[in-house]
């Protein structure tokens, strides 16, 4: 399975992006499709999750009421919409898949490259 990660670029504080990651390839014990965030120094951080076959979403409590998560299973392709966007948003976002719904980067199989999202105060 390959991620594609698009859709970061730089938006002002209390702004909208939508992250997309379209997926290529098969792996039927794909459960889950996640976002993840880091930046320099840090250690990556989860932002959201959602249940490929369920629709079941999780969000880190730092992003909770501001971004969703969806998917398009026809498309292959999941989607993280960003509001009300903060300057402490400012990471490189990273895609996954894997076969369990979690927030641990250690549960996900695969790894999109990242796309960078810069908000501006």
């Known amino acids: 399975v390959q991620l594609q990660a698009s859709g970061g670029g730089l938006v002002q504080a209390g702004g909208s992006l939508r992250l997309s990651c379209e997926a290529s390839?098969?792996?039927?014990?794909?459960?889950?499709m996640g976002w993840f965030r880091q930046v320099p120094g840090k250690e990556r951080e989860f932002v959201a999750v959602?249940?490929?076959?369920?629709?079941?979403?999780y969000f880190a409590d730092s992003v909770k009421g501001r971004f969703t998560i969806s998917r398009d299973r026809a498309k292959k392709t999941v989607y993280l919409q960003m509001n009300s966007v903060k300057p402490e948003d400012t990471a490189v976002y990273y895609c996954?898949?894997?076969?369990?719904?979690?927030?641990?980067?250690?549960?996900?199989?695969?790894w999109g490259q990242g796309t960078l999202v810069t908000v501006s105060s």
């Open positions: 959602i249940g490929w076959n369920d629709g079941r979403t």
């Open positions: 996954a898949a894997g076969p369990v719904i979690t927030d641990t980067w250690g549960g996900y199989r695969y």
């Open positions: 390839g098969r792996d039927f014990s794909i459960n889950a």
